[in-house]
Every structure is written in C-alpha cells, then in structure tokens.
C-alpha cells in the first residue's frame, strides 16, 4: 500500500459538522478498490449512467484528481463520499483507487453523504429536498441552520422542503426529471390540493412550460367562468379587484376588510413553509 503526502484541498467537514474528525484527512492513501464497500447511508438512488461513463473515460486519461472519503471497516473501508467516481473508477477498469481515511460513527457518515449531494448541481430537487429533512431529522437542525452549512438561503432550503408536500405521483414525475422544481413549486400553488397529481400527469402529457403551467393554476383557483361571487355588505368593485389580484400574486386565499380609508388584509396559509414561501414573495417585491 503506496501512501502520498497531499493536502486535502476544499472547505473542512468539521466546518460543516463539528466533530467529526479530521484524523488522516492530510494523507491520501493508495487502496484497491475492491477493498472499499459502498456507503449503507447513501441517499441517491438514481445514477445517471451516461454521466458515470464520461467520468470513467476522463479517468482512464487523468486518473481520479479528487480522493475518495472512506472509513475503516473490518479488515477494509466503507465509502462515506465519492460513489460517482468509485461507479467510474470501476466502469475504467481502475485495480486501485486514492482515498483519504477519516474516523466518522453512522450519524457523521449519513451527514458526510448527504452535505456531497447536497452540494453538487446536478441532484434533483426532489432528492435534496430529502436530503434536508434527513439532515433536519437525524440532527435537529432548523432551516437557517441547514442554510448555513451548505450554502444556501434559508428559503432556499424551505422551498425544497415543501416539495415534499406533493403527492407521491407528482415526486416520481419530478425524480425522472418530466417535471422541474418550478412545476412543483406551481403546483404546490392549487387550491385544490386533490387535484394536484391529475394536474401534474396532464402537463407531462402537454409538454407545458412552468409559465404554462403557472396559468393553468391561475384559471383553476379562479370562480367559474359566468358565476358571480357574492358582494359583501360594504365590499366595493375595486376592492374586490385588488383582492383577487393579491390572491393572483400570492397563489392563496386573501380578504380584504375595512373601508375605503382604514382596514386590514387577511392572508390564509396553512403551514410554515406556506408562510415563508408567502414572505419571500413579499420581500422580493
């Protein structure tokens, strides 16, 4: 076993997740690559193949430029990062590969896991939506803290938490890439949570933009065509039209009580990831 003295290059895992040691992360050791298993925590299920073979071509000519990160495991290792380019190194035919050995219990291993896929582009929303609530479950961590350690806004992070809120059907639409995270944030947008999914098949089929799709939601929060609404005692013609301009922009219920000189708006939300999501729209106009 050849060992190369290396210094790690990027930010420091304990930066990220305190407590996690840094033992032999300096060192980059040469082992076969047989003697890795893969990581149990891995929380991406879908490995684009052509993506995996266009690294293992990239390997074969440079070799791997970035070492793997394993644990010690029994009389070998266990992946804790870097599944793509072991997928590749195997696919190139590589017999060893470069690793940097770092102490990590399960929970360290699960966060490890999930900051890498968090952080690289080319995860789906959906799968990092789940990476969050695992992160969020398995350590507690409040939206803005989970922010803070990948990189993103606080509602960034809501956003992608509150795919989770559509139904199954809609997520596999999303997971095999027919459906972008700006359809499902529109979708999440219909007032009639039931028809979400039939709603989500129907773009599919239609090949509907989000902006298209964003209108189709607009004409189905809206009354009937030919219906009219009652006027409230009081209610004047140009109240009614701000009202429902608001619920436009807000894609939710709003009332607007009071007279034409003094008065309040009432905005319906049904979570916390609803309001901030009501908050954002506010703030960014």
Known sequence: MTKRNRKALGRGIDAIFPGISEEGSLVVTE??????????????????????????????????????????SGAGYQLIAGERRLRAAREAGLRTV??????????????????????????????????????SSQFGLTQEELGERVGMSRSTVANFLRLLDLPEKVLDLMRSGELSMGHGRTLLGLADGTRIAGVAVNAV????SVRQLEERVRELNSPPRGTRRKVKPGESPETRQLQESLQRILKTRVRIRGTGSSGRIEITYSSLDELDRLLEIIRSS
Not at 109 to 132: C, H, S, T, Y
Not at 205 to 208: A, F, Q, V
């Open 98 to 135: 470069p690793v940097m050995v770092r102490e990590a219990d399960d929970q360290q291993m699960l966060a490890l896991a999930l900051v890498e896929n968090i952080q690289r582009k080319d995860l789906g929303p959906v799968e990092k939506a789940e990476a969050f609530m695992m992160l």
């Open 205 to 208: 089929r239609k090949g509907l």
């Open 31 to 72: 082992v076969h690559i047989d003697e890795i298993e893969p990581n149990p925590f891995q929380p991406r299920k879908e490995w684009d193949r052509d993506e995996i073979s266009s690294l293992a071509v990239s390997i074969r000519s440079q070799g791997i430029l970035q070492p793997l990160i394993v644990r010690t």
